[in-house]
């Protein structure tokens, strides 16, 4: 149930721009998208739920294609404030929602 | 109101100890769950809870009892706990309905067991 997640690890310089991507070998009901800072709850990004849909919050967003079961989540220009572990989140139906392994991204100056 | 709370923040138990896990919110949401987080990994989903009724069980062991009294309060009641049981849990809700925002966690409960 699981989604798979890449990469586990990002560094950046602030100002750079990272992927992050998600994939399921379900049919997806749809795909959340969360970031964790250490030592604290996960904190809810954007949710997808129709092929081909994307979104945006500030410099971060995400694009879902239905067909092949696959987000990514797009950070731009990147700030100290956006390190952290981002997951990926799908649900195979509604209600369940399976978080992927995680990946850790560190911003520095 | 905004926020899904969780008592207590930190909790040591033995193995033949009882407690119990709290979980309260107030944004009206209908779909209450429990996530057990351990270090460096994903959240993983335990319990869901729709209009207060249990509607999905991971295959947790009996040791973890859940409980919903009503549609604020969820519970988490634990018994003869083992050591690998330590961990982050986490409490979440959101609306059961489809295109609803996603799910607010509370900051969650660790636990040692000892």
């Known amino acids: 149930q699981q989604p798979v997640q890449s990469p586990q690890a990002v560094i950046l310089r602030e100002g750079e721009d990272a992927v992050i991507n998600c994939s399921s070998s379900?049919?997806?009901?749809?795909v959340h998208w969360y970031r964790q800072k250490h030592g604290e709850a996960p904190v809810f990004l954007m949710i997808?739920?129709?092929?081909?849909e994307q979104k945006g919050h500030d410099k971060i967003s995400a694009s879902f294609n239905e067909k092949k079961q696959q987000s990514s989540l797009y950070l731009t220009a990147s700030q100290l404030s956006y390190s952290g572990t981002y997951f990926c989140?799908?649900?195979?139906?509604?209600?369940?929602?399976?978080f992927g392994r995680g990946t850790q991204l560190t911003v520095w100056p | 109101d905004t926020e899904v709370t969780q008592t207590p923040k930190h909790l040591v138990m033995g193995m033949t100890n009882k407690k119990s896990l709290k979980c309260e919110q107030h944004?009206?949401?209908?779909?209450m769950y429990w996530y057990k987080q351990k270090a460096k990994k994903p959240p993983e989903l335990m319990f869901v809870?729709?209009?207060?009724?249990?509607?999905i069980n991971e295959s947790v062991p009996s040791r973890f009892s859940p409980e919903c009294p009503n549609s604020s309060l969820l519970n988490l009641h634990l018994h003869a706990l083992q050591p690998e049981d330590s961990a982050l849990y986490l409490c979440?809700?959101?609306?059961?309905?489809?295109?609803?925002?996603?799910?607010?966690f509370g900051s969650g409960t660790r636990l040692t067991v000892v």
């Open positions: 979440a809700s959101s609306q059961p309905i489809q295109g609803a925002r996603g799910y607010t």
């Open positions: 379900k049919a997806l009901y749809s």
């Open positions: 997808l739920l129709k092929g081909g």
């Open positions: 989140g799908t649900e195979p139906g509604l209600g369940r929602l399976y």
């Open positions: 944004m009206g949401h209908r779909a």
């Open positions: 809870y729709s209009y207060e009724k249990l509607s």
